[in-house]
């Protein structure tokens, strides 16, 4: 069993700058492939990246491609999540989650675990 706890959302203007954290406890995390998703008001949830183990190889949402990072310390158990220039359309809860298939990690349906969730708010 592993559970993860999200930080770092807020309120923030259009352009500007926000790192998510997500902490992980219980199952060996360094072993895990990490993802971000994120899930508007009536939408479906929305993969934003996702980063293999050891940090080795890393994917992106095509809305999201160019201004965010996402990087991970599996000696803090934390992965992390920079988002630059943000834009109002980036609003939404961002969920941290976890699977064992790098390949597949796009899909919300292969991950197992599944972070509270952090609130995203950009202003225009």
């Known amino acids: 069993q592993v559970e993860f706890v999200e930080s770092g959302g807020g309120l923030v203007q259009a352009g500007e700058t926000l790192r998510l954290s997500c902490v992980a406890s219980?199952?060996?995390?360094?072993?895990?492939?990490m993802g971000w998703f994120r899930q508007a008001p009536g939408n479906e949830r929305e993969f934003v990246a996702s980063?293999?183990?050891?940090?080795?190889?890393?994917f992106y949402g095509d809305s999201v491609k160019g201004r965010c990072t996402i990087s991970r310390d599996d000696a803090k158990n934390t992965v992390y999540l920079l988002m630059n220039t943000l834009k109002p359309e980036d609003t939404g809860i961002y969920y941290c989650g976890s699977t064992t298939d790098y390949s597949g990690s796009y899909y919300s349906e292969v991950y197992d675990h599944w972070g509270q969730g952090t609130q995203v708010t950009v202003s225009s």
């Open positions: 980063i293999g183990t050891r940090g080795v190889g890393t």
């Open positions: 219980g199952r060996a995390f360094n072993n895990l492939v």
